[in-house]
């Protein structure tokens, strides 16, 4: 259930056992077929499917949509928080539930400039609230990486940023918001080696951090859009609603 939609009443009832997840996004570029908006409106769709599958288990925060971005300010519209700033503000938000006596949380990413800040907040937050809470985090390619392998056309260089995912699932949450046609065509992705490229549907041995601009050739997409179907996105959203669901339901059990 949305933690804004009930009523201080409403909520002073509810199991303080109940998983309560925040989604940390971004509002930034994603190409030229993609709104600045796709890492929060992905990570608030599938907010949204939780709550349609765990009901009452589970209370879901209001999504934070501006995340770390520096990465991406080459291009027009992207917007960007320092990460102490960052920290501080989640870090307020989840020792507010904590206050109230929650236990279990977890920290759900949408945006991979997010990965970095998004764990020492969860360090953070569980070793000083070890005792007496789990702290969990994860983004949602992680949650379902073993199943969203066999989903991609494109392999692991074609779902970067923009890409064959991402396009797949605002296929299906917002397809008014995707001007397809305007994907650029083939792989866009500057190649480093295989120890250090990596995409949603795949992992490497080193991060190389580099901007988007050069990342992505200058096009803003990592990866191959043109993949994308609405049917990929279903796909996607089932797997991670199914990974996500189980690891609510393992939470309250956790050592």
Same mark, same amino acid.
């Given at each position: 259930?949305?933690?804004?939609?009930?009523?201080?009443?409403?909520?002073?009832?509810?199991?303080?056992?109940?998983?309560?997840?925040?989604?940390?996004?971004?509002?930034?570029?994603?190409?030229?077929?993609?709104?600045?908006?796709?890492?929060?409106?992905?990570?608030?769709?599938?907010?949204?499917?939780?709550?349609?599958?765990?009901?009452?288990?589970?209370?879901?925060?209001?999504?934070?949509?501006?995340?770390?971005?520096?990465?991406?300010?080459?291009?027009?519209?992207?917007?960007?928080?320092?990460?102490?700033?960052?920290?501080?503000?989640?870090?307020?938000?989840?020792?507010?539930?904590?206050?109230?006596?929650?236990?279990?949380?977890?920290?759900?990413? $949408?945006? *991979?400039?997010?990965?970095?800040?998004?764990?020492?907040? #969860?360090?953070?937050?569980?070793? +000083? /609230?070890?005792?007496? !809470?789990?702290?969990?985090?994860?983004?949602?390619?992680?949650?379902?990486?073993?199943?969203?392998?066999?989903?991609?056309?494109?392999?692991?260089?074609?779902?970067?940023?923009?890409?064959?995912?991402?396009?797949?699932?605002?296929?299906?949450?917002?397809?008014?918001?995707?001007?397809?046609?305007?994907?650029?065509?083939?792989?866009?992705?500057?190649?480093?080696?295989?120890?250090?490229?990596?995409?949603?549907?795949?992992?490497?041995?080193?991060?190389?951090?580099?901007?988007?601009?050069?990342? $992505?050739? *200058?096009?803003?997409?990592?990866?191959?859009?043109?993949? #994308?179907?609405?049917?990929?996105? +279903? /796909?996607?959203?089932? !797997?991670?609603?199914?990974?996500?669901?189980?690891?609510?339901?393992?939470?309250?059990?956790?050592?």
């Amino acid at each position: 259930m949305n933690w804004e939609d009930l009523t201080s009443e409403d909520l002073g009832e509810f199991d303080r056992e109940t998983p309560v997840v925040l989604n940390i996004a971004a509002i930034e570029q994603h190409g030229p077929h993609l709104p600045l908006s796709v890492d929060a409106d992905i990570g608030t769709f599938f907010l949204q499917e939780l709550n349609t599958a765990l009901g009452k288990d589970v209370l879901t925060l209001p999504c934070v949509k501006v995340g770390c971005s520096e990465h991406h300010m080459d291009f027009p519209g992207s917007l960007t928080a320092t990460h102490e700033a960052f920290m501080a503000y989640v870090l307020g938000i989840l020792e507010s539930v904590l206050h109230h006596g929650f236990r279990n949380i977890l920290i759900l990413n $949408s945006h *991979g400039g997010n990965n970095a800040i998004g764990k020492v907040i #969860a360090e953070k937050l569980g070793v +000083r /609230q070890g005792k007496n !809470a789990r702290v969990l985090f994860t983004a949602w390619w992680r949650a379902a990486a073993q199943d969203l392998e066999g989903i991609s056309d494109s392999g692991k260089l074609g779902t970067g940023h923009a890409c064959e995912f991402e396009t797949s699932v605002m296929l299906l949450a917002q397809p008014q918001k995707v001007k397809l046609d305007r994907a650029p065509e083939g792989l866009q992705f500057a190649r480093a080696g295989e120890r250090y490229d990596a995409g949603l549907a795949g992992g490497n041995a080193v991060d190389y951090i580099r901007s988007m601009k050069r990342l $992505s050739g *200058g096009s803003g997409v990592v990866g191959d859009a043109t993949t #994308a179907s609405a049917d990929k996105g +279903r /796909q996607i959203t089932a !797997a991670v609603i199914k990974n996500l669901s189980a690891i609510l339901k393992e939470m309250r059990s956790l050592p």
